[in-house]
């Protein structure tokens, strides 16, 4: 008799999670609280200035603080040349600055002694002469031709603009336009915003001289990555560097790039022969790790009388700060931008890029974000949501006549992915139904007289959630596949190791669900272990929604390798040939004799007791798993708010999310994942945002300024699924972590000016802060996030 | 000194003052010298090896740090050790005995009230002060008694019902 898989914790059980019980006991182990004998605490003095030349760096005080062990500089990392090292984008980046301090927050120079609060102490004794130079906080002022030169350091670098890029069919998208009744036009920032795991990062380094050996304990998505960037930077052989990425408190792309202070830990324990642990205080995490997004998006859309699309213009110039450090695939300049209005039937295309250095923190890291792909979506609604307006459509019926349908599948963008499956008018359906899409009108009238103002705002995307196919996206080189190991021992219990990195999604229980469901193993049975590279396969690491397309596929593949030799030793268990052997969950029978059958526990025993003549023992395997094509969830996101015109304020009434992410591995789980993400998106639209003055200093550097939602602002969410399983994934399912985000903000804003565009207003750039609505509400007029920045 | 051994840095920094303090942390009596500048929050985690306790901000904001202090909920890393001299503080590894969970951890579990937990020990924290205070909270009651407390994960909305879990659970117990 075949296992009923929800009793054993498979495929689509909403099964409790296993990390739960640590965390809840308060026995999780992060970074922080891993404590190795001997070790001496870290810390970095910053820049106080955004740019300015460093005249003299004088450590004299800081050495003759008791308990202070090494102080480097600059100069210290140059004699090893280690003061500068590579981004994940072909940029070099300094790790402890030797010419000039390019922003405010940049590293200077490092402390290691006794304990953390001596080598505070120390800091704040080193005296560092700065000549300060003009800043550049925006890509207006750096495309001055008068503006300072921000990479001198650079050969080639004779202005400060990083790159020109562009993609698309610029004649045919000509032609549309020339065709077209109606031309629409937005013009939006999408501000700079921080990650903000709670969890800041940190590492501690413990090189042992004796055997040559270096282990890193290090807050990072992607330990396997990293381990090759140290044995380049460090210029140790690989197998002597093992990175052990412990429990991570949270992640959302912050924790994916090689940051200074990684590099300078390492440097350090490998002075002094003793581990050294570095934690990042939150406005050293805030003030100099990546950040996302920070990038102004122009586009038009041609139009039909009729509502359909006939073509699409996009130009994005954005602000990478100091160091060109965005973590993405390598043929891409700017992430996959060029995933704008996938969801949509657009018949020519055209998108131009630059981006340019400024006097801020580096990053343009994937924010909960597949590379670029909150941007290009929530231009994309915002265009959706203008066009609308100036064609007098529906906002509804002017999404339905472009949504891609159902029998169009697989459907080629005008830029050139492949989407291959979905049902997007049915998600906006149940979307539109679940909120009252119908009697809304009248809603609104009735609130009019209340005095306040209500709007309704949607958001429909399709994103590409999964890289690779490694013959497109490569990091540095690295092709982006994924991978899985698999330990059956001889009791039918078993371990699983991958090569991508939970940090707070859950992976060890999921993958154990889908063994459980590619086996009849129990859930329970199965131990989950990432992030030690030397005990996992190599994998790339989790961002960019690709643990479950990638790595997830790969622990399925894995499986059934195992169920494959499984079947073997089934076939000499019950003396029949492999052919005469069926599967059910959990157990092989004779074909035409269900009785006679054993269970894969009993292959288990067996591969280890008692193995057919000529097949190896053992039931372990790997499976590596480069994914043929991306995976394309798709969205449709409604919200309903109210604003009061007295104030600028606005509530949401009730938010509606259809999710379709394919087949739902854990539904508790993914749930989960929305409602994070819908708070992300929340927060982004509402009051998220990291900016800076007109001398480049960060407002935003604190919890106090840099604004996050609590449990008070945060609204509820109401959810629902459609599912359209994923071709090509083994067990059909798509990548859910950052849709929310990605969507969700385009649903907030559309939402609010929806409320308030009857004054003729156009756009309000996020966040919508209750005096910048509030402003758009009394002037008719655009508030732009754009610069030139005001002093205020 | 109570190790066997005990190394002496060969400058003994000059005038360091040091403090004795005794703290009653999860219902043991607790003796640590330390200097006047320790935080509680670092008391706790380096010199008791109470890493439940997590620090998320150097501002007060984010509430990762929250203990209860003398049944009241503080933020540990805005509290100095020596304040907390003669008073009475609980952690999160003081919620659960060797056998049980405490209701509110197997709520946050039951619920799905945690993602990558950094937030939970202190949420937990704080709800339980709420819930001794008001067995029975309305969502708004628990959104506002949250309000210290930042998670960047979860979107809040299974923290709540994770409280509320609890709560009927601890009513339910409390009726037998
Ligand atoms: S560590 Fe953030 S409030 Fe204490
Ligand atoms: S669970 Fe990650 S911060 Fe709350």
Redesign the pocket.
């Known amino acids: 008799m075949a296992l009923d898989e929800l009793k054993i914790g498979g495929m689509g059980a909403s099964r409790r999670r296993v990390e739960d019980n640590r965390f809840i006991r308060g026995k999780g182990r992060y970074v922080d609280d891993v404590v190795l004998p001997g070790m001496l605490h870290m810390e970095i003095l910053r820049s106080p200035v955004a740019h300015a030349r460093i005249k003299s760096i004088d450590t004299t005080a800081a050495w003759e603080v008791p308990g202070v062990r090494l102080v480097l500089t600059g100069e210290t990392m140059a004699a090893r040349n280690l003061a500068w090292m590579p981004t994940l984008s072909y940029d070099t980046q300094a790790v402890l600055a030797t010419d000039k301090v390019r922003f405010q927050g940049q590293e200077v120079a490092a402390v290691i002694a006794d304990d953390p609060y001596i080598a505070k102490d120390a800091c704040s004794r080193i005296v560092v002469e700065y000549e300060s130079l003009p800043a550049i906080v925006n890509p207006v002022q750096a495309q001055d031709p008068n503006a300072p030169l921000i990479r001198d350091d650079k050969e080639n670098q004779a202005t400060n603009k990083i790159f020109d890029w562009e993609i698309g069919d610029k004649e045919a998208t000509d032609r549309a336009f020339a065709e077209a009744d109606v031309v629409s036009t937005v013009d939006l920032h999408y501000p700079r915003s921080h990650p903000s795991p709670l969890e800041p990062c940190g590492s501690i380094a413990d090189y042992d001289r004796a055997t040559g050996k270096l282990t890193v304990y290090m807050t990072t998505q992607a330990p396997h990555i990293i381990r090759a960037a140290v044995s380049l930077v460090a210029e140790l052989p690989e197998h002597m560097i093992r990175i052990i990425s412990p429990d991570l408190g949270g992640g959302f792309g912050n924790k994916v790039p090689v940051y200074p202070g990684y590099v300078i830990s390492i440097l350090a324990s490998i002075l002094t022969e003793r581990p050294v642990k570095w934690i990042e205080d ?1 406005s050293g995490n805030l003030i100099s790790t990546g950040f996302g997004r920070d990038v102004y998006l122009q586009g038009q859309l041609a139009l039909r009388k009729d509502g359909k699309i006939l073509g699409m213009r996009m130009h994005t110039v954005s602000d990478h700060g100091a160091f060109y450090a965005d973590a993405q695939p390598t043929k891409f300049k700017i992430g996959l931008m060029h995933s704008t209005f996938a969801a949509y039937d657009v018949p020519a295309a055209h998108l131009t890029s630059e981006g340019f250095y400024t006097n801020k923190a580096p990053g343009g890291v994937a924010y909960r974000c597949s590379f670029r792909v909150t941007e290009a979506m929530f231009f994309q609604e915002r265009m959706m949501h203008a066009a609308a307006n100036d064609l007098g459509m529906d906002q509804a019926d002017f999404r339905r006549v472009n949504l891609v349908k159902d029998d169009m599948f697989p459907y080629r963008t005008a830029f050139g992915f492949l989407t291959d499956s979905g049902q997007y008018g049915k998600c906006l359906d149940v979307a539109l139904e679940a909120i009252g899409y119908d009697t809304f009108k009248e809603e609104q009238e009735e609130a009019r007289k209340r005095g306040k103002l209500l709007g309704i705002g949607i958001s429909t995307m399709t994103e590409p959630l999964g890289a690779g196919n490694s013959r497109e996206y490569d990091i540095l080189g690295i092709k982006m596949f994924d991978s899985a190991e698999l330990r059956v021992h001889m009791t039918g219990k078993a371990i699983l190791r991958t090569g991508a990195k939970t940090q707070g999604q859950g992976h060890e229980t999921t993958w154990a669900q889908i063994v459980a469901h590619e086996l009849g193993i129990p859930a329970d049975d199965i131990v989950v272990e990432e992030g030690d590279t030397d005990t996992a396969p190599f994998g790339m690491g989790t961002y960019a929604s690709r643990s479950t397309p990638v790595a997830g596929a790969a622990v399925a593949m894995v499986a059934r390798k195992i169920r494959a030799k499984a079947r073997k030793i089934a076939a000499h268990l019950l003396e029949v040939s492999e052919e005469d052997i069926e599967w059910e969950l959990g157990r092989f029978y004779v074909r035409g004799n269900e009785e006679r059958g054993v269970t894969i526990q009993d292959c288990a025993l067996a591969a280890y007791s008692n193995v057919p003549d000529g097949l190896e023992p053992g039931l372990e395997n790997v499976a590596y798993y480069d994914p043929p094509n991306l995976t394309w969830p798709f969205a449709a996101y409604v919200c309903k708010v109210e604003v009061d015109p007295q104030t600028g304020v606005w509530d949401v009434l009730k938010f509606v999310a259809v999710d379709d992410c394919g087949v739902r591995i854990n539904p508790m789980i993914v749930e989960g994942q929305i409602m994070g993400g819908l708070t992300e998106a929340y927060a982004m639209a509402s009051m998220q945002y990291i900016t800076f003055d007109e001398e480049g200093n960060c407002i935003g550097s604190n ?1 106090m300024d840099y604004l996050l939602p609590t449990a008070w602002e945060t609204p509820g969410f109401e959810l629902h699924e459609v599912v359209t399983p994923c071709p090509h994934h083994p067990i059909g399912a798509k990548g859910i972590g950052e849709c929310a985000t990605v969507g969700g903000p385009a649903a907030f804003v559309n939402a609010v000016m929806n409320a308030i565009e009857h004054t003729g207003v156009r756009n309000v750039d996020m966040p919508l802060m209750p005096n910048r609505v509030y402003e758009a509400l009394q002037t008719g007029q655009n508030v732009s996030g754009m610069p030139p920045v005001k002093g205020d | 000194m109570t190790s066997l051994y005990e190394e002496v840095p060969a400058e003994v920094p000059a005038n360091v003052p040091t403090r004795r303090v005794t703290v009653t942390v999860n219902g043991e009596k607790r003796t640590v010298d330390v200097e006047p500048r320790l935080l509680l ?1 670092h008391m706790l985690r380096q010199a008791l090896q109470l890493t439940g306790t ?13 203990v209860l202090f003398d049944g009241r909920p503080i ?4 509290m100095l050790a020596v304040q907390a001299d003669g008073h009475d503080v609980e952690t999160v590894e003081g919620l659960a005995t060797a056998s049980e969970l405490h209701p509110i951890q197997e709520g946050f579990k039951q619920e799905h009230g945690l993602q990558c937990g950094y937030c939970t020990p ?1 949420m937990m924290m704080a709800s339980k002060a709420l819930l001794e205070r008001n067995p029975n909270p309305t969502e708004d009651e628990i959104r506002w008694a949250l309000s ?3 998670c960047r994960c979860t979107g809040y909305q299974n923290i709540v019902k994770s409280v509320m879990w609890a709560a009927e659970k601890m009513r339910a117990e409390e009726a037998e």
């Open positions: 939150k919890y | 929050a997590h620090t998320g901000c150097d501002t007060t904001n984010c509430g990762a740090c929250t933020k540990s890393c805005t202190g210290g407390n930042l």
